[in-house]
């Protein structure tokens, strides 16, 4: 007779990962995406705020936006795990050229990592290079990516990296509010101390206010980092073994009593449109693709693309893999969030 030893269960590491360098690439990255920015929080104060920028400062924006090497600075932080702007840089500063572009070539998938790993020792492979990068044909930027990534040298790249996180961050961090942001980015990374490893899909939900994960073959980690500079979005992002999703930490972190929350502005705005209003009305009664959704209302893709970005940035919808589906929890929290600021009973 044969005995079976019963297997155990293997599930990813989850943690809370936080920094001020976090922080300052994901300010980065939101000031330089155009085409969302207008749905983030602090689009109004950017643009405010653009004419003090330093003109070396205005430069290395353009850049980062025209590269879209924020992408890589996200991948660089995810390897290094840095606590300061210092120690980015000096760990940086130690990346051999093929570590450099192990770590900020995008994964495809495993049957493509053999053409990735060896491109990252044979960047000047010109016939390796179109290769890996025909692989994203139709993806919003990496194609493009992966090209820009050759067109630099790796010394130069690297060096207007480096220059273009400390000018962003000598910028942001005289604001006033920096401090503040500082405090509530850590007392959020704090409550990953008590994170119950066993149950990582239900910690998720918890940590990031609903973020819903499906396993995924080959991630063994995932990082759960919290931000202010991004909201009110959740961005996702994974390398070859780990998972990475960006989260708004709660917005109660950060106000003064008596002034309105971008949530509960943005939630109104949100709703005081008629076809926007129709588009929740639809979506209460279930799930619609955005080829439904242009067909029931004989309008382009590109306006029902625009109306929904603005209900998704309320939360007020979600979308799954070209599927949008009301979020009723939050539709039914706005008038909650609107009697608590106003301190009326509900």
């Known amino acids: 007779m044969k005995y079976y030893l019963p297997q155990s269960k293997e599930t990813p590491t989850i943690k809370v990962e936080s920094s001020p360098v976090w922080e300052v690439i994901l300010g980065m990255a939101g000031y330089t995406h155009s085409k969302l920015r207008h749905t983030f929080d602090f689009d109004g104060k950017w643009k405010k705020d653009s004419q003090s920028m330093p003109h070396a400062l205005t430069n290395a924006m353009n850049w980062i936006e025209d590269t879209n090497f924020w992408y890589t600075l996200i991948m660089i932080q995810n390897k290094l795990s840095a606590e300061t702007i210092q120690d980015f840089s000096n760990s940086l500063n130690q990346l051999t050229p093929d570590e450099f572009y192990e770590t900020v070539l995008p994964y495809k998938d495993r049957h493509s990592e053999n053409t990735r790993t060896s491109l990252a020792v044979s960047m000047l492979d010109n016939k390796l290079l179109h290769e890996y990068a025909e692989k994203f044909d139709g993806h919003e930027f990496l194609k493009a990516y992966i090209l820009n990534l050759s067109a630099i040298h790796f010394d130069e790249l690297r060096d207007l990296l480096l220059s273009s996180v400390q000018e962003w961050f000598a910028w942001i961090s005289k604001k006033e509010e920096w401090s503040k942001w500082g405090k509530a980015l850590q007392y959020e990374s704090s409550l990953g101390g008590s994170l119950d490893e ?12 609903g973020v819903h994960y499906i396993p995924e073959p080959s991630i063994w980690t995932i990082k759960l980092i919290p931000h202010v500079s991004y909201r009110p979005w959740v961005m996702e992002q994974r390398t070859s073994d780990t998972k990475l999703f960006f989260y708004p930490i709660k917005e109660e972190y950060l106000l ?37 959704i242009s067909g029931r209302f004989n309008i382009s893709k590109t306006t029902v693309h625009h109306q929904l970005s603005i209900l998704k940035a309320a939360k007020f919808i979600r979308a799954d893999k070209g599927i949008y589906s009301a979020n009723e929890p939050q539709i039914h929290s706005l008038s909650h969030k609107l009697h608590q600021f106003l301190g009326t009973r509900q």
């Open 198 to 209: 066993s149950n990582p899909i239900e910690e998720i939900i918890r940590i990031t206010g």
């Open 256 to 292: 003064e009593p008596g002034i309105p929350g971008k949530e509960l502005i943005n939630g109104h705005k949100a709703l005081g449109d008629e076809t926007r209003l129709k588009l929740l009305y639809e979506l209460v009664k279930g799930p619609l693709s955005l080829q439904d």
